[in-house]
């Protein structure tokens, strides 16, 4: 095996590592993109969210070969070549242990970014919720289906800051639906339906069917 065999092989196991992260939170990334060019289309990410799991798992299989290839031990001599003229290059190896661990950290990111977007995010929503003196707020909950991580609460809490009257939501991703704090007013449950579908979301009120269902 020549010596640029093992370095290639550890290239690709480490470049698909980071990509097979990046798709796995691509669910979760790729609704807040739409969201912020003001494109709908968020739930169609969904999707990939049923293979998250999945994905993650074959990105730490890479992870690990990428480990494995990089702090293996070299033996001393390659066969046919007996005088073990061909010697490791210590920048070399230098380098791609650097190129190891800066992966493992992009992959560690990508990993955990539902949970740190929805953590960041929701504490700036509920910093700047104002909450109007004396008004009345009542719950409702609404049934959305598509909703694959935390992350997912991100855009659904501007859509209904966007409609009005909104103050808070909680989120039950097992349960596929949210709950909703709002100021009470003519239409405005149906408001924020309306306003989830428009993400690409199948949302529905208690006793209705989804508007894409039909």
Not at 31 to 42: T, V
Not at 87 to 111: C, E, Q, S, Y
Request: one cysteine or more; charged letters at 15%; glycine letters at 14%.
């Amino acid at each position: 095996m020549s010596a640029t065999q093992p370095d290639r092989a550890k290239k690709l196991t480490l470049g698909g590592a980071v990509l097979a992260a990046i798709a796995a939170s691509s669910c979760c990334i790729g609704p807040l993109i739409l969201a912020a060019l003001g494109i709908g289309g968020a739930g169609a990410f969904a999707v990939l969210g049923a293979y998250r799991p999945y994905i993650l798992g074959a990105t730490a299989v890479m992870l690990a070969g990428g480990f494995y290839l990089t702090y293996r031990k070299p033996r001393a001599a390659a066969e046919g070549d007996a005088c073990g003229c061909e010697k490791p290059n210590p920048k070399a190896g230098r380098a791609g242990k650097i190129g190891l661990w800066f992966a493992t950290g992009l992959v560690l990111v990508f990993a955990a970014a539902p949970n740190l977007i929805a953590c960041i995010a929701n504490r700036g929503h509920d910093a700047a919720v104002a909450t109007t003196p004396g008004a009345t707020v009542e719950h409702a909950t609404i049934r959305v289906e598509g909703m694959d991580c935390k992350a997912c609460g991100v855009h659904i809490r501007g859509a209904l800051a966007k409609v009005g009257g909104f103050h808070n939501m909680t989120l039950d991703l097992e349960a596929q639906k949210i709950t909703v704090g709002y100021e009470p007013g003519a239409g405005r449950l149906q408001a924020y339906v309306a306003a989830i579908n428009d993400l690409g979301y199948e949302a529905s009120l208690p006793g209705q069917t989804s508007a894409k269902s039909n």
